[in-house]
């Protein structure tokens, strides 16, 4: 029977032999380059470990994301021993949207050594600017609808399903190899059980008898995906680096989220029998899959199982919400906002819920964080996307 990799410490170990990179292939490259974060985070309490078999199918062929994108690994060795990796992408459906020569990095881990970062990076930008990009901006892994940004803040608890962690001092690191910011991602959480305030009451109240919000039908589970995407992709259009999901990329994801996701955490509000606003809650799976160390075999699938299904996770995460732009900026687009979020939280407290996630929100949407800050929300990490002019 095969093992996962025991952890230990990159920080502790001091490898010997010139530094080399080289791309990943095959499945013992690609096998290497998924368990590498095991040797960086051995004596971070705040690492949650991910399923090996959900890391093998987002870099598989399957994910619907490299029908439209070119992707490079590569993994960097010290002698026969990995000490670093990440990936360039170019995609398509980014150039066709911003016609910017704009290229990505992602999924990069590594030791503390500037000499590794230095090349890794200068792996990316070479072959980058030889697929005919100017710019880079990252990380992203792989794109801006999956995870992405660097975390800068927020080292000390562990990151919520689907939200990255690092190192505190890879920011310093990329920032060595000439990067900037970009924009930062903020990650707020919040007590499940808040009030709302009278305003609030009020601006839901004046809304009245106009909008219906709706939990999600999975009897009618591709129906509801389209309404979802449809709000969703309006809702976002204008923001920061928006690049819309393919329908196979939202199926892709809805398929991965239909057996953890409860009903009652996702809503659909209706104005007037319009959906018109949307939540998309999830139970936070990190938070139960802490001690499988990425396997889910022999027994592993019975403690997710159970502890999903029967104790329930005390916290949860918001990934997605949104408002049609004709809504924005108006009181009805605020009570939509608040009502979709208010009735999502109430299950969540049923179920034995303390706390939620809500991120990522682009650190310039004032309007988002004013909502949040005054349900009692706050900023606890930070996630940095980098940028860069490539030669």
Known sequence: ???????????????????RVVPVEGRRGLRQFIRLPWSIYLDDPAWVPPLLIERRQHL?????????????FWLAYRGATPVGRISAQVDQLHLERYEDSTGFFGLLEAEDEAETFRVLMNTVETWLSAQGMRRVLGPFNLSINQECGLLVEGFDTPPAVMMGHARPYYSARVEENGYRKEKDLLAYRIDADFELTRAMRAVIARAGRHVHVRRLRKTRFGEELQILQDIFEDAWSQNWGFVPFTKAEFEHLGQ?????????????????????????????VNEVIRDLNGRLLPFGWLKLLWRLKVTRPKTARVPLMGVRRRYHNSLLGAALALMVIDRSRRPGVDYGVKEVELSWILD???????ILESLGGVVYKRYRIYGKELC
């Open 1 to 19: 029977m095969k093992s996962v990799p025991q952890r230990f410490s990159g920080q502790q170990q001091n490898y010997e032999g010139p530094l």
């Open 60 to 72: 598989s062929s399957r994910n619907p994301f490299f029908e439209h994108a070119k992707c490079k």
């Open 256 to 284: 991965n989220l239909k057996h953890i996701v409860y009903d009652d955490y996702v809503r659909i509000a209706e104005v007037d029998g319009s959906p018109d606003a949307m939540i998309i809650g999830i139970p936070n």
């Open 364 to 370: 310039d949407n004032k309007g988002m964080r004013n």
